[in-house]
């Protein structure tokens, strides 16, 4: 059954273009009523830097003036830049890679969540990471590549901080056809709509990674598999080794033991 957003109210940042332009539709044909945000507003987006705080921040009163409720932020808007060897990046590029990328989310969190979490009903914050969250796709892009791990562990930690009716979850992208892909990559990016159809269900089923492209279990296992070999090589497990985990020692706090 296709995913029915009837009712709900979802807004998308970097709404203007690719991805979130195609997700955008999809929710609408879905049922959904959808606020788009991006850099320039038009007749159909509103005007949001997401680096700036303020600007988020009065997105989310938009929103909750216009609607009365969000069910559904997507935290899509992001930017490439900053790339080539690391040690010869331009500096201030990728300074400004993590202010949309990584901060632009972390607003999006900071402004929407505690006005989710204020409402009864259900909601979700969707961050949109890369599959440059879980291994290196393309080469010299570190400012990008870091950013989007900063967004998944941003992500993982948002989940433990919301009350259970407000879920949070990451979106994995592989190459989609968009603004920000180079002409090049055609041949090999999924198209936009294609790609919004795979993540919509996902998305109305709350799952903690809305995933799409089926190689990236091959690229991520190299890294998992390195992980695993460097623990078994110097650090394997022994009887009692939870000594020493910080997780276990919390929840024993919490537990009053
Ligand atoms: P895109 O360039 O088509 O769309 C991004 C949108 O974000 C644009 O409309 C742009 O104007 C907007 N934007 C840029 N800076 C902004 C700011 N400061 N405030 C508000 N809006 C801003 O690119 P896309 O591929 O659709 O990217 C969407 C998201 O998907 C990004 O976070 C990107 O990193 C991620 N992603 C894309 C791919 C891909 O292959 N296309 C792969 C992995 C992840």
Known sequence: MSADFSGQVAVITGGAGGIGRALG?????AGAQVL????????????????????????????????GRVDLLVNNAGISGGGGRLWK????????????????????CAAFAPRM???????????V???????????????????KHAVLGLTESLREDLPPHVHAGTIIPGWVLSGLTREGGREV???????????LPQIAA?????????????????????LEAAFARSAPRYDGDIEYDVRAYI?????GG
Not at 25 to 29: E, G, I
Not at 51 to 61: I, Q, W
């Open 25 to 29: 539709a999809a929710l609408k044909a």
């Open 36 to 67: 788009l945000a991006d850099l320039h507003g038009s007749d159909d987006v509103v005007a949001c830097d997401v680096s700036d705080p303020a600007a988020v921040e009065a997105l989310a009163e938009l929103a909750w003036q216009r609607f």
């Open 89 to 108: 990046a331009d500096f201030a590029a990728a300074r400004q890679v993590f202010e949309v990328n990584f901060w632009g989310v972390w607003h999006g």
């Open 117 to 127: 979490a204020a409402q009864e009903h259900p909601s979700a914050i969707f961050n």
């Open 129 to 147: 990471a890369s599959e440059n969250a879980l291994f290196c796709a393309v080469p010299r892009a570190a400012a990008y590549i870091a950013s």
């Open 189 to 199: 990016a999924m198209p936009a709509d294609r790609y919004a159809e795979i993540i």
């Open 206 to 226: 709350r799952e903690r990674f809305v995933v799409s492209h089926a190689y990236n279990v091959v690229q991520m296992a190299e890294r998992t598999e390195a």
């Open 251 to 255: 929840e024993r706090l919490k537990a």
